[in-house]
């Protein structure tokens, strides 16, 4: 008789998932609660609006939260509306902006500010706007902004003692945190301590309250100066820092000579304010954000611009959207990455380029002395992926422009590679041969995507990605027979630790003979000429 067994260790594995996998479920419980139960919500609710806005561009994610706010306060208040006419509902307009605004500074400012320092425009613009309105606007409606200490005895506790301001800003303080270490993906302990921690400065708070009769109010207008020129001090370090990148590029003298026009392949330079890069030609491409824009109206067509609609849309939330899928399905994220990762020959010191880096996940797995180069077709996914690396703490060159066009002299990279997206290139094709032009003789080169059978499984039935992926002209398949003459080595790999037949990583290398170097350099050519 066979018998098999489980190893001790694997065994703690799967106990661990599925531990993981019910705390995911609790949690998704709790912020479904709050939609329903209000005690909840006013938690949730808090933390729910400081990540959506986060995941938005500011004045889109500012209509987005206006309209998420104002609809349950009308319903919740019709009453109001009813006795009172246009009025109460004017009241309640300027209730919901007096919600909502503190979170478009806090996202105005959080995504450029360095360490705990970012939890705070929250709660400082939250306390600046309830001193502002708290003078004219209405009681009840200042209720609604701003009385979530009825629903808790421990809160008005709180506020008897030191002022209702000191509740607001302990509660967005606390949103901010959640937040913070969500965006972080810091381990359980960091939540609990959290939780716990402010827990207990509650508790300490109103036992102050109870125990010695304090009363540490401080006057209204005094209070709101105070909030504001914290915001303000807050709001200057990003900018200080946004053109601290800009200017930086004055001194990549390295990383310019990289660089390549995309339009004609001539060599660029940085011009003396370090706000674009110039070809003898005239040709100027401009540097926002610290990132080079060689982005042109003529990339964006075709399946281009479809699928660069999409990523623009979902590029915000598209990362936790990702970490709440794996967590609620037991599925090991870490494992995924590395699965097809592993395959890249990375040494120290290599310069590694991702094609549609995207929000740049795969180099928080990659080491971290190397240098990152990274390019996109979506603003909005190089803009999340500036955040995230400053995160890790990782330096990286971001580049907006289109991968069938890389910017990029010939044999610049150790490492090219591409994960996510070729599937749905204009031309995948020319891309790839663009992958090989810049990549040097000799290197390992990675491209990876969904499989058809994972389109059809999960991309056509999600509600926002469907609409994108159904009535395809072609079913996906791995662009073997694109790749051009010279390259060696060539494996094609079923990954299946998402999935049976859910995920292809092709890898080839480059070669080294004359042929290749000639190919390479017609390449370059026919991508400026086109």
């Known amino acids: 008789m066979m018998t098999t067994s489980i190893s001790t260790s694997a065994q703690r594995k799967m106990a661990g998932s599925l531990a993981k996998q019910f705390a995911a479920w609790v949690v998704a419980g709790l912020f479904v609660a709050g939609f329903f139960w209000s005690p909840m919500g006013m938690w949730t609710g808090m933390i729910i609006g400081a990540w959506f806005v986060g995941t938005q561009r500011p004045l889109r994610g500012l209509a987005w939260l206006l309209g998420l706010t104002l609809v349950p306060m009308l319903i919740g208040n ?11 509902l004017v ?8 919600m909502v605004l503190p979170l478009l500074v806090y996202r105005l400012t959080t995504p450029r500010l360095p360490g705990l320092a970012a939890m705070l425009p929250l709660p400082l613009a939250s306390v600046a706007m309830q001193m502002a309105v708290s003078g004219w606007l209405p009681g009840w409606a ?21 002022g209702t301001a000191t509740v607001t800003f302990l509660m967005y303080w606390f949103a ?23 827990g207990g400065l509650m508790e300490l708070l109103a036992w102050l309250g109870r125990a010695g009769g304090v009363n540490l109010r401080v006057a209204p207008g005094t209070l709101g100066w105070i909030a504001g020129g914290g915001v303000a001090v807050l709001a200057i370090i990003p900018a200080v820092r946004a053109r601290k990148a800009q200017a930086g590029w004055v001194n990549k003298s390295e990383t310019v000579a990289m660089l390549r026009s995309p339009v004609t392949g001539a060599a660029l330079n ?31 067509n075709g399946a281009n611009l479809k699928y660069n609609h999409l990523y623009e849309t979902i590029g915000g939330f598209y990362d936790d959207s990702q970490r709440v899928a794996c967590a609620m399905a037991g599925f090991n994220r870490d494992a995924y990455v590395m699965s097809y990762l592993s395959k890249l020959e990375v ?14 996940l795969n180099f928080k797995y990659l080491p971290r002395a190397i240098r990152r180069f990274g390019l996109d077709l979506s603003r909005e996914m190089l803009v999340n992926c500036q955040a995230n690396l400053q995160r890790w703490g990782m330096d990286g ?50 491209i990876a995507d969904e499989t058809e059978e994972h389109v059809k ?56 003979g004359p042929k290749a170097a000639m190919e390479g350099s017609e390449l370059e050519v026919a991508c400026a000429s086109a």
């Not at 706000?275 to 964006?300: K, N, T, Y």
């Open 78 to 88: 019709w009453k109001q509306v009813a006795a009172h006419g246009a009025g109460a």
């Open 91 to 98: 009241w309640m307009v300027i209730a919901a902006l007096a």
């Open 142 to 162: 200042l209720g609604l902004c701003f009385g979530m200490m009825g629903h808790n005895p421990l809160l008005r506790q709180v506020g008897d003692a030191f």
């Open 176 to 198: 901010a945190t959640v937040v913070w270490v969500w965006t972080h993906e810091l381990r359980a302990p960091y939540y609990v301590a959290t939780l716990a921690g402010f």
């Open 270 to 300: 940085v011009d003396s304010n370090g706000e674009a890069l110039v070809s003898e030609a005239g040709e100027r491409f401009a540097i926002q954000d610290g990132m080079p824009v060689f982005l042109r109206p003529e990339d964006l």
């Open 347 to 360: 040494r120290l010191g290599d310069r590694v380029l991702e094609t549609s880096v995207g929000t740049g």
């Open 397 to 446: 060159e971001l580049f907006l422009g289109n991968a069938e066009c890389l910017p990029f002299a010939d044999e610049s990279f150790d490492v090219v590679f591409h994960v996510g997206g070729i599937n749905f290139f204009s031309d995948r094709g020319k891309a790839i041969r663009e992958m090989v032009r810049v990549a040097k003789p000799g290197s390992l080169l990675l």
């Open 457 to 512: 499984a999960a991309l056509e039935n999600i509600p926002i990605t469907n609409t994108y992926f159904k009535g395809r002209d072609e079913a996906v398949s791995a662009p073997v027979d694109l790749l051009p003459e010279g390259v060696e080595d060539v494996t094609l790999e079923i990954l299946n630790v998402v999935g049976k037949n859910r995920f292809y990583a092709l890898m080839f290398r480059k070669g080294t």
